[in-house]
């Protein structure tokens, strides 16, 4: 749907992001365009840029970047309009893998975060239509909004703007409702014009990631680990057969763990 949506996600995108910013409330750092400093860097190639390098980052860059990292990874280019830039959008925020898997979550497909045709079928028989997805992709995007529960970079101090930017809404009453996130992907899916947002309170360009897991402190790594110490412990003794048996199973739990780490490590919670 790129020809079509992308253009128009990406301005709307980008009036929800606004230009610099570095504030003790956006889990991000250094923003602007909605382009993080990790994210600069990682698409320079680079270890790190330093702030000033992310205040100067071009709209030409930013553009080069969604259209690169963010716009495929969310989906974009396989979901239907409206509901592709309701993708984007929650992508851009919260990462793409995380928009994906809530999506897939609403759809009832295994949560993966990788958008394929499991996922658009899914999509494409979801009950009510395309307007129905798109009204309970919004709503399940504020209900991860609100689970992120820091009150230093949460939904605590940053749930106001992240409401109106989705939902146009303010909660205080005192901005005019506005069409969100989910009104312009609903005027895009009856092929209406959309309207760039005013600028949301602080908050709403803010970066909805949570912390990331230390795959180390999980139980499904630590056991098979710690199990691989002590089988041979256990199965010490006398002859060969007792010593090739310990050998296997500790490959065994030594596998499990590794695949355990893989999974956890790649998977924010």
Same mark, same amino acid.
């Given at each position: 749907?790129?020809?079509?949506?992308?253009?128009?996600?990406?301005?709307?995108?980008?009036?929800?992001?606004?230009?610099?910013?570095?504030?003790?409330?956006?889990?991000?750092?250094?923003?602007?365009?909605?382009?993080t400093h990790k994210t600069l860097a990682a698409h320079r190639g680079v270890k790190s840029v330093t702030a000033g390098e992310v205040k100067a980052l071009t709209l030409k860059e930013a553009e080069d970047i969604y259209r690169k990292g963010y716009w495929t990874q969310s989906g974009g280019d396989l979901?239907?309009?409206?509901?592709?830039?309701?993708?984007?959008?929650?992508? $851009?925020?919260?990462?793409? /893998?995380? !928009?994906?898997?809530?999506?897939?979550? *609403?759809? &009832?497909?295994? %949560?993966?975060?990788? =958008?394929?045709?499991?996922?658009?079928?899914?999509?494409?028989?979801?009950?009510?239509?395309?307007?129905?997805?798109?009204?309970?992709?919004?709503?399940?995007?504020?209900?991860?909004?609100?689970?992120?529960?820091?009150?230093?970079?949460?939904?605590?101090?940053?749930?106001?703007?992240?409401?109106?930017?989705?939902?146009?809404?303010?909660?205080?009453?005192?901005?005019?409702?506005?069409?969100?996130?989910?009104?312009?992907?609903?005027?895009?899916?009856?092929?209406?014009?959309?309207?760039?947002?005013?600028?949301?309170?602080?908050?709403?360009?803010?970066?909805?990631?949570?912390?990331?897991?230390?795959?180390?402190?999980?139980?499904? $790594?630590?056991?098979?680990? /710690?199990? !691989?110490?002590?089988?041979?412990?256990? *199965?010490? &003794?006398?002859? %060969?057969?007792?010593? =090739?048996?310990?050998?296997?199973?500790?490959?065994?739990?030594?596998?499990?763990?590794?695949?355990?780490?893989?999974?956890?490590?790649?998977?924010?919670?």
């Amino acid at each position: 749907m790129a020809r079509e949506t992308l253009p128009r996600a990406l301005e709307l995108m980008f009036g929800h992001e606004g230009g610099y910013s570095n504030v003790k409330t956006d889990s991000g750092g250094p923003t602007k365009y909605g382009v993080t400093h990790k994210t600069l860097a990682a698409h320079r190639g680079v270890k790190s840029v330093t702030a000033g390098e992310v205040k100067a980052l071009t709209l030409k860059e930013a553009e080069d970047i969604y259209r690169k990292g963010y716009w495929t990874q969310s989906g974009g280019d396989l979901l239907p309009v409206g509901l592709d830039y309701a993708a984007f959008d929650f992508g $851009v925020n919260s990462g793409p /893998a995380r !928009a994906v898997k809530v999506l897939q979550a *609403l759809v &009832g497909v295994v %949560p993966d975060g990788n =958008a394929g045709p499991q996922t658009l079928a899914a999509v494409e028989a979801y009950p009510g239509g395309a307007a129905r997805i798109i009204i309970d992709y919004c709503q399940a995007r504020m209900d991860f909004l609100r689970s992120l529960k820091n009150p230093k970079t949460g939904f605590p101090v940053n749930g106001r703007g992240w409401t109106i930017r989705v939902t146009g809404v303010d909660p205080k009453g005192q901005w005019k409702e506005q069409p969100g996130v989910r009104g312009n992907a609903l005027a895009m899916l009856e092929h209406q014009p959309v309207k760039t947002p005013a600028v949301a309170p602080a908050g709403g360009d803010a970066k909805a990631i949570p912390a990331p897991v230390n795959p180390w402190t999980k139980p499904e $790594v630590i056991l098979p680990g /710690a199990g !691989a110490i002590l089988t041979p412990a256990v *199965l010490s &003794g006398s002859g %060969p057969v007792q010593w =090739a048996l310990g050998v296997v199973l500790v490959v065994a739990v030594l596998i499990g763990a590794f695949y355990a780490f893989k999974r956890i490590a790649g998977t924010p919670t």
